[in-house]
């Protein structure tokens, strides 16, 4: 896994003041980075446009401008001019080798935003927005020197710079990883900026998840029995269908056991097991998908000696509050508006989902403070994950997950690891890597995808 931050000043202040290293240097070095990048990608003579803004991002965007002079055919672009003081030294260095200022064209075979990055306050003014839906109209290579102008904290602006490849200087950026940013941002690369990101970086709360972080159920030793893998309980509600998709992907992960608590009769597939009760031998409950009018006995989970995965319907039961507080081995599993209604339950915050798809990391936090031995799991585009102060995000997952029933398979694999003695933590994230993984290997269009092939797919990772 990798480190985020919510901002880099401090970062590379100390660079200034602890390594000697100019404003000039970090910039220089930014600068080679995106020209290396380019070269990487981009035939030599080719038409290169950089959209300039008037501080230190735009100076970037000159400075790698002034690298690729002769070399390309290379153009800048400033409709604001150039303030800041280093903006203003790369100019005047750019102009010293020929360089030229010109008018936005289309044509290009590069276009290279280094508007306004990172330090965006507010939404792009009319002006930007136009300069912006011209050249993502355009067919070309466009890349991101930072992070695509008209991303904010906890904003976007009506028009964004569309971007193949984002490049974070220093290091990953918070604002890159919100949900209503992920189709802007492209691929994301970090750029040196003189000294090695070990040095350049702090300690961080936030980490970015990656294939290697999953740990999937092998099993190493051979005297075992189906008892040694842990007894998965799923109760099921009113939709049957989700407890069936839940205690099958439950099984496939590698739980030895898979029990469908059910009230009614209905068809359980012969490798699942159901009773009428949780088995005395559980080792994880998971409940709430499809749970519908069926009333949860909350003094049973409260007394239970097994680890619980909540999910959907459950998230607007008051009762659950109470259980949050007496328990810790709880791992939570909502979509954004089951997430706004668990903050209002909880006393926590008053907000629909359309307050947390902005401010994911915020309300989290929120949460976190007053429940920080709980693992939440906040799915979205970017799944948020949340556990004893820290924040893990999974940008793995993709549009494909999005279909009914791919939830319920998330809670029966999160389930499944804890029944077989995962932390909540290490089960959630072993569980999402996993899930957003096998989910991309289905030969199918995006379109297609069945619950049931995840279900499948998670047994060949």
Same mark, same amino acid.
């Given at each position: 896994m990798q480190?985020?931050f919510e901002?880099?000043?401090?970062l590379?202040q100390?660079?200034y003041?602890?390594?000697?290293?100019?404003?000039?240097?970090l910039?220089?070095h930014?600068a080679e980075?995106?020209?290396?990048?380019?070269?990487k990608?981009? $035939?030599k003579?080719?038409a290169? @446009?950089f959209l300039?803004?008037?501080?230190?991002?735009?100076?970037d965007g000159?400075?790698c401008?002034?690298?690729l002079h002769? +070399?390309?055919?290379?153009?800048i672009?400033l409709?604001?001019?150039a303030k800041?003081k280093?903006?203003r030294?790369?100019? $005047?260095?750019? +102009?010293?080798?020929g360089g030229?200022?010109?008018?936005?064209?289309?044509?290009?075979q590069v276009?290279?935003d280094a508007l306004f990055?990172?330090?965006?306050?507010k939404?792009?003014d +009319?002006k930007?927005?136009?300069i912006?839906?011209?050249?993502?109209?355009q067919?070309?290579?466009?890349i991101?020197?930072d992070i695509?102008?008209?991303?904010?904290?906890?904003?976007i602006s009506d028009?964004?710079f569309?971007? =193949?490849?984002?490049?974070?200087?220093g290091?990953?950026?918070?604002?890159?990883f919100e949900?209503?940013?992920?189709?802007?941002?492209g691929?994301i690369e970090?750029a040196n900026?003189?000294?090695s990101?070990?040095?350049y970086?702090?300690?961080?709360d936030?980490?970015?998840?990656?294939?290697e972080d999953?740990?999937?159920?092998f099993?190493?030793?051979?005297n075992?029995n189906?008892?040694?893998?842990g007894?998965?309980?799923i109760?099921?509600?009113?939709?049957?269908g989700?407890?069936?998709?839940a205690g099958t992907?439950?099984?496939?992960f590698?739980?030895?056991?898979?029990t469908?608590?059910?009230?009614? /009769?209905?068809?359980?597939?012969p490798?699942?097991?159901y009773?009428?009760s949780?088995?005395?031998n559980?080792? /994880?409950v998971v409940?709430?998908?499809?749970?519908?009018?069926?009333?949860?006995?909350f003094?049973?989970?409260?007394a239970?000696?097994?680890?619980?995965?909540i =999910?959907?319907d459950i998230?607007?039961?008051?009762n659950?509050p109470?259980?949050l507080?007496?328990?810790?081995?709880?791992?939570?599993?909502p979509?954004p $508006?089951e997430?706004?209604?668990?903050?209002?339950?909880?006393g926590l915050a008053k907000?629909e989902?359309?307050d947390?798809?902005?401010?994911?990391?915020?309300y989290?936090?929120?949460f976190?403070d007053?429940f920080p031995?709980?693992?939440?799991?906040?799915k979205?585009a970017?799944?948020?994950i949340?556990?004893?102060?820290q924040?893990y995000?999974s940008?793995?997952?993709?549009?494909i997950?999005?279909k009914?029933?791919?939830?319920?398979?998330?809670s029966g694999?999160?389930g499944s690891?804890?029944?077989?003695?995962y932390?909540?933590k290490d089960?959630t994230?072993t569980? @999402?890597?996993?899930?957003s993984?096998?989910?991309?290997?289905?030969k199918?269009?995006?379109?297609?995808?069945n619950?049931?092939d995840?279900c499948?797919e998670?047994?060949?990772?």
């Amino acid at each position: 896994m990798q480190k985020i931050f919510e901002e880099v000043q401090s970062l590379d202040q100390k660079c200034y003041e602890k390594f000697a290293l100019s404003e000039d240097i970090l910039m220089e070095h930014a600068a080679e980075y995106l020209a290396q990048s380019i070269r990487k990608r981009v $035939k030599k003579r080719s038409a290169i @446009v950089f959209l300039c803004g008037p501080g230190n991002n735009g100076g970037d965007g000159i400075a790698c401008a002034r690298i690729l002079h002769k +070399e390309y055919k290379v153009s800048i672009v400033l409709p604001y001019g150039a303030k800041s003081k280093m903006a203003r030294l790369q100019l $005047k260095r750019y +102009e010293l080798v020929g360089g030229q200022i010109d008018d936005l064209v289309g044509g290009a075979q590069v276009y290279i935003d280094a508007l306004f990055g990172s330090g965006l306050s507010k939404k792009l003014d +009319e002006k930007s927005c136009k300069i912006i839906k011209y050249i993502n109209a355009q067919e070309a290579i466009k890349i991101s020197c930072d992070i695509p102008s008209g991303i904010g904290n906890s904003f976007i602006s009506d028009e964004v710079f569309r971007a =193949d490849i984002s490049i974070s200087m220093g290091a990953f950026k918070l604002s890159m990883f919100e949900d209503f940013a992920k189709d802007f941002i492209g691929d994301i690369e970090v750029a040196n900026l003189g000294v090695s990101r070990d040095i350049y970086e702090e300690e961080s709360d936030i980490y970015l998840l990656e294939k290697e972080d999953m740990n999937l159920p092998f099993r190493d030793k051979k005297n075992t029995n189906k008892g040694s893998f842990g007894h998965t309980c799923i109760v099921a509600g009113d939709k049957s269908g989700a407890a069936v998709l839940a205690g099958t992907s439950a099984l496939n992960f590698g739980s030895g056991l898979v029990t469908i608590k059910t009230r009614d /009769s209905f068809f359980v597939p012969p490798y699942l097991m159901y009773s009428k009760s949780i088995p005395k031998n559980t080792t /994880s409950v998971v409940i709430g998908m499809g749970l519908g009018d069926v009333r949860v006995d909350f003094e049973i989970l409260s007394a239970g000696n097994y680890p619980l995965v909540i =999910d959907a319907d459950i998230f607007y039961d008051t009762n659950l509050p109470r259980l949050l507080k007496e328990r810790k081995d709880v791992v939570l599993t909502p979509h954004p $508006k089951e997430f706004a209604s668990l903050l209002g339950i909880c006393g926590l915050a008053k907000a629909e989902a359309k307050d947390i798809q902005l401010n994911r990391f915020k309300y989290v936090r929120i949460f976190m403070d007053h429940f920080p031995d709980v693992t939440l799991a906040l799915k979205g585009a970017n799944t948020i994950i949340a556990n004893k102060k820290q924040i893990y995000i999974s940008t793995e997952g993709t549009n494909i997950l999005s279909k009914g029933g791919s939830g319920d398979v998330l809670s029966g694999m999160i389930g499944s690891l804890l029944a077989q003695g995962y932390s909540g933590k290490d089960a959630t994230i072993t569980a @999402v890597l996993a899930h957003s993984i096998a989910s991309n290997r289905v030969k199918y269009n995006n379109y297609a995808l069945n619950p049931m092939d995840i279900c499948k797919e998670i047994k060949c990772l």
